[in-house]
């Protein structure tokens, strides 16, 4: 069974940073793109940042461009998200997502997606 468990998340303060990250528990995620997308209640999942699976390539929605950065740690088969500078709106349940496609580029949708963790809560006070 494969898995990716994210964590990290937290409370913090609107201006603050914080970083999640995701394991994965297969190698074979090392090959992988990887994403990060967010989901508020009563509303749709929303993309938030993706990298291919050698971390060349990246991609952000525009609304968290130049303020989060997406990296990732093949030897740890892990994928981080940087949140810097963090606004009240981007309060939302983080989840981190695989596409099965061996050594792809960045994907944008989340159709494109074949495996997600739990999510983890981040929580932005004013």
């Known amino acids: 069974q494969v898995q990716l468990v994210e964590s990290g998340g937290g409370l913090v303060q609107a201006g603050g940073s914080l970083r999640v990250s995701c394991a994965a528990s297969?190698?074979?995620?090392?090959?992988?793109?990887m994403g990060w997308f967010r989901q508020t209640p009563g509303k749709e999942r929303e993309f938030v940042a993706a990298?291919?699976?050698?971390?060349?390539?990246?991609a952000y929605a525009d609304s968290v461009k130049g303020r989060f950065t997406i990296s990732r740690d093949n030897a740890k088969i892990t994928v981080y998200l940087q949140m810097t500078s963090l606004k009240p709106e981007d309060t939302a349940v983080y989840y981190c997502?695989?596409?099965?496609?061996?050594?792809?580029?960045?994907?944008?949708?989340?159709?494109?997606?074949?495996?997600w963790g739990q999510g983890t809560q981040v929580t932005v006070s004013s």
């Open positions: 997502a695989a596409a099965k496609d061996l050594y792809g580029s960045t994907r944008s949708r989340g159709s494109e997606y074949h495996y």
């Open positions: 297969k190698r074979t995620f090392s090959r992988y793109p």
């Open positions: 990298i291919s699976w050698s971390g060349g390539s990246t």
